[in-house]
């Protein structure tokens, strides 16, 4: 069964260091996406990717994120400056249906800011 | 703005019960709704999808319902199996990109 890849599965960084997290979506899914989940905490939506470009953000997502698909496979989330409330799983998802359908997770990214 | 609440927080249950998972959602102008599972440090496995349009999807031991009126959904799991023990999320969406989630309910399933 295809699946959404997330590298690396745990990231540890220094406050203030940039960090790229890199996700490879299901091949034939149009729709991207990035949630996170503070320990102890509901999985809360960042943002979501469609046709190259941003197509909804939270109020989380602020100038420290950004978003890129870079080649034809990988999708990254890039926080420039992490604090160390940036500490969380960080879940890629891709979706061939968009509009909160159909969605496939991958098995996320452990970011701890030290 | 949507509010995902799920009830009770966490279950045990011995083998073979059926049980239900609760998810209540503030506002009735929902897009769909889902149900995943989440295994611990391992990421989201969507389970069930219930479209506006649909009061229920089943899928073998699973049966989700929605009730858009009364802003509830209901995961049913019939013959629970050791394995089932995760954490069950329920996710509203408004027809935007954006999935809503609750905080989930951990279930043990002991054998």
């Known amino acids: 069964e295809p699946e959404v890849t997330q590298t690396p599965s745990h990231q540890v960084t220094q406050m203030g260091q940039e960090v790229i997290l890199r996700c490879v979506p299901i091949?034939?899914?149009?729709?991207f996406y990035w949630y996170r989940q503070i320990l102890g905490q509901k999985v809360e939506f960042l943002v979501s990717f469609y046709n190259n470009e941003i197509s909804e953000k939270s109020e989380i997502f602020d100038d420290q994120f950004s978003v890129e698909r870079p080649d034809g496979s990988n999708f990254t989330l890039k926080i420039r400056s992490t604090k160390l409330e940036d500490s969380a799983m960080y879940f890629c998802?891709?979706?061939?249906?968009?509009?909160?359908?159909?969605?496939?997770f991958g098995s996320g990214t452990r970011l701890t800011v030290v | 703005k949507q509010e995902v609440t799920q009830i009770p927080a966490a279950l045990s249950v011995p083998e073979g019960e059926n049980l239900v998972l609760n998810c209540s959602f503030t506002d009735s102008a929902i897009y769909n709704l889902q149900w995943f599972r989440q295994d611990p440090g391992k990421g989201l496995t969507s389970l069930l999808l219930i479209q506006s349009s649909q009061r229920e999807q089943t899928s073998g031991r699973l049966n989700a319902s929605l009730d858009k009126s009364s802003g509830r959904s209901t995961l049913y799991i019939a013959a629970s199996q050791p394995g089932d023990s995760a954490t069950y999320l329920c996710?509203?969406?408004?027809?935007?990109?954006?999935?809503?989630f609750g905080k989930g309910t951990k279930l043990t399933v002991n054998p």
């Open positions: 091949s034939n899914h149009l729709y």
């Open positions: 998802a891709s979706s061939e249906l968009g509009q909160g359908r159909g969605y496939t």
């Open positions: 996710a509203g969406g408004g027809g935007s990109e954006k999935l809503v």
